[in-house]
């Protein structure tokens, strides 16, 4: 009965994925991401070396209960890296083809100019908090747009999609990357069956209470620490096994292109085709225009919203490079070549692929740390996503209880995600994730003008040779409650 009454969900919301997906979301992205690079002329590249010199401006310049660019940097690439680069780019290579990669790509070229323009908005708009700062999309369609019902109705899907949904999905994931090694071990019972699911989510669920409840810039810390060194080792040994197989790399490039290209393959069933493959998991890792990384964004102390949103834009940037090491790390292996199957007798695909990918370069070696890398991704991200969730909590009330409240089902949800079926998971997550991007692509149309007035007034006190200060009257910028010298 219960396995029924889950292929019908899963029917029904595969279903409302292929609408969302199939064109309107492919469509919709694509043109955002276009339009954001036209009217800021690429500030993606063109200010590439500008965002680098924000990120590592002086800590003394920040109060120690606020974020730091880099922090909150950190924040924001600990949400976006995590099993959307290693277990989602594998998934989406296995079912749409090496093309996905390309288009996956293209995405983050294209979206880092709206993630510039969301995390500047989030920065314009952004209000106080107790000891720093606290702001997001739903602040700016408050504020910027006046829509408060709007406002209101994404931080809810916010919090249902970050703590709930993807919490859960990243919680699943890095109890299944320890499934091979009972497989290994031949146990007599399913490896769900078995209590280490259950071992291992109690022991997640313990770190996510500690952390849930710690403060907001305790948990920038701990992300500034762990998500660059792992991200930095794990792109290292993929560019390693890539130079140890240098012969192959035509042979890779070609497959890219030609799969990337196939259009009588791509518009014979567009909702299932590579292009689309490529944009869903692109936007599940890199999260471009959803309107996630603008929470982080928003808490950052610094003198000018842009300063933010340059940063963020670079995000996006370290988010594609993980995203091609692991691409490469699956097309180059044999596992994925021979088409290796696993246990169960089914095609490798998402963790398993790129884990039998690694074992084949590295050895045992290769396998634990591809492991290693997933848990260590998966808390981070974690602590990202709950991160959005709480900023929201905070838009939506001021209620104490309900936010302790929040933050136990936030924990309860770790626990849960261990058990949680993975097909269930990705569906929830893509359908949550459409209706978020929408109401943030929507929002940062409409104010447009504001990003571009931001731009230029930061553009002319740079070439003045200023460190930018923001004055939001100056500029005809309104209802920015932290800048206004009032």
């Known amino acids: 009965m219960v396995d029924k009454i889950l292929d019908f969900l899963n029917g029904e919301m595969s279903r409302a994925n292929d609408f969302l997906y199939g064109y309107f979301l492919v469509i919709v992205l694509v043109l955002t991401g276009v339009y954001f690079s036209y009217i800021t002329r690429f500030v993606q590249f063109r200010m590439f070396f500008e965002a680098c010199k924000v990120l590592v401006e002086k800590k003394d310049k920040y109060n120690k209960h606020h974020l730091t660019p880099f922090q909150a940097l950190m924040i924001s690439t ?86 709930y949904g993807f919490n859960g999905l990243q919680s699943y994931t890095m109890t299944s990357a320890f499934q091979i090694y009972y497989d290994q071990s031949a146990g007599a019972t399913s490896f769900s069956d078995s209590g280490l699911p259950v071992g291992i989510g109690l022991i997640l669920t313990a770190f996510a209470a500690v952390m849930f409840f710690s403060k907001s810039h305790v948990i920038g810390k701990v992300s500034s620490y762990i998500v660059p060194f792992m991200a930095l080792i794990y792109i290292l040994l993929a560019f390693a096994a890539i130079f140890l197989n240098l012969e192959k790399l035509p042979a890779v490039f070609d497959m890219i292109i030609e799969s990337a290209f196939d259009f009588k393959a791509i518009f014979g069933g567009f909702a299932g085709s590579v292009i689309v493959y490529g944009i869903k998991r692109g936007l599940f890792s890199n999260e471009a225009g959803m309107g996630s990384a603008p929470n982080a964004a928003a808490a950052a102390h610094t003198s000018h919203p842009v300063k933010q949103g340059l940063v963020q834009a670079m995000a996006v940037f370290i988010d594609m490079t993980i995203c091609i090491a692991s691409g490469m790390i699956v097309l180059f292996s044999q596992a994925y070549i021979t088409k290796q199957t696993g246990a169960s007798g089914e095609v490798l695909s998402a963790l398993p692929l790129v884990q039998a990918a690694m074992r084949e370069y590295y050895g045992e070696l290769g396998l634990h740390f591809t492991t290693l890398a997933v848990v260590l991704f998966a808390i981070t991200s974690l602590i990202g996503n709950y991160y959005y969730a709480q900023a929201n909590i905070k838009y939506l009330t001021k209620n104490g209880n309900i936010a302790t409240a929040f933050k136990v089902t936030a924990v309860a949800m770790i626990f849960v995600g261990a058990q949680m079926n993975l097909t269930i998971a990705w569906n929830i997550a893509d359908i949550t994730m459409a209706a978020m991007a929408t109401i943030n692509i929507a929002a940062i149309f409409m104010l447009s003008k504001v990003v571009i007035k931001a731009m230029k007034d930061y553009e002319s006190q740079r070439k003045a040779g200023l460190n930018p200060e923001f004055d939001p009257e100056s500029i005809g910028i309104a209802n920015t409650t932290c800048w206004s010298k009032k």
């Open 78 to 163: 600990a949400s976006r890296v995590g099993i959307g680069n290693i277990a989602g780019i594998s998934a989406a290579i296995v079912a749409g083809g090496p093309g996905a990669l390309f288009w996956m790509c293209l995405m983050a070229f294209l979206g880092s100019a709206s993630a510039f323009a969301e995390s500047t908005l989030a920065q314009i708009y952004k209000t106080k908090d107790v000891l720093g700062f606290k702001g997001g999309p739903a602040y700016y369609i408050k504020n910027g747009l006046g829509i408060k019902w709007l406002a209101s109705l994404f931080a809810v899907i916010l919090i249902v999609t970050y703590a």
